[in-house]
Every structure is written in C-alpha cells, then in structure tokens.
C-alpha cells in the first residue's frame, strides 16, 4: 500500500468488553478452579458481577468498552488514542466519498492534502 508505519508512539494496546464474562463469549478451559485459573481483571472492579441465576443476556450488546493504551513515551496514550481516531476518521470520509464520486478516487485537493501524504489516496479499492 501507500502507507506504512515507520514510526509507532504505541507499543501495546489491550481490550475488553465483558470482565464478568455474562456474555458467554469466552469458554474457559478449566482444570481444577476456573477463579483461580482464570482471574478477573481489574475493569471487573468497575462492574458489578452477574448474579449466576440470571440467564445468559446472547441477544444483548456490550455498553462498555474498557481500552488501555501503553505508549513508547513520545506521545501520551490519550494523544495516541485521539489522533488514532483522526486518522479512521479521514480514512473513512475518504472511504465515503469513493463510494459518492461512483468508485473514482477522490482527487488530493479535494481532500485537503497533498499527493504524498494522506490526500488523494485510494481506499484500498482498485480505480473503476
């Protein structure tokens, strides 16, 4: 592709939805304890824990999301995490105006950038 990292300020990004696991979206192996084997992190403190009667929510959604971002110091994690979003932003506004332009790229004016950077690049869909 056009793009690739030559320079990264994360060096480890881990995620979570369900600490509890209420969703039934991991199956444990468990050999003797699954609470001892399988510890919960400390984002199940931020929850309360299901109550082992309640059924299985299988049709409902995660609300929460927990991220946390370790960063090579140059940038903060929360510097990281914001111009990541910048960056998905534009990619998909790019993607977007693909898609209303009838498949043609999007021309680097248009996108407020120059050629050899982010402006004017294909979103990975080959020109019509």
């Known amino acids: 592709g056009k793009e690739h ?8 990004v881990a995620f979570e939805y369900d600490p509890h696991n209420r969703f039934k979206h991991a199956d444990y192996w468990v050999e003797e304890d699954q609470e001892q084997e399988w510890p919960k992190s400390e984002n199940a403190l931020l929850e309360d824990p299901p109550d082992p009667s309640d059924p299985v929510p299988y049709n409902k959604k995660p609300e929460r999301f927990y ?24 990619k998909l506004q790019a993607l977007q105006d693909y898609i ?6 999007v ?13 004017g690049f294909s979103p990975g869909i080959a020109n019509g």
């Open 5 to 12: 990292a030559k320079w990264n300020p994360v060096c480890a």
């Open 67 to 90: 991220l946390t971002v370790d960063t090579t110091g140059s940038l903060s994690a929360q510097e990281s995490v914001v111009a990541a979003i910048k960056i998905l932003t534009d």
């Open 100 to 105: 209303d332009n009838g498949g043609r790229t």
């Open 107 to 119: 021309d680097a004016m248009d996108m407020g950038g120059d050629p050899g950077r982010n402006g």
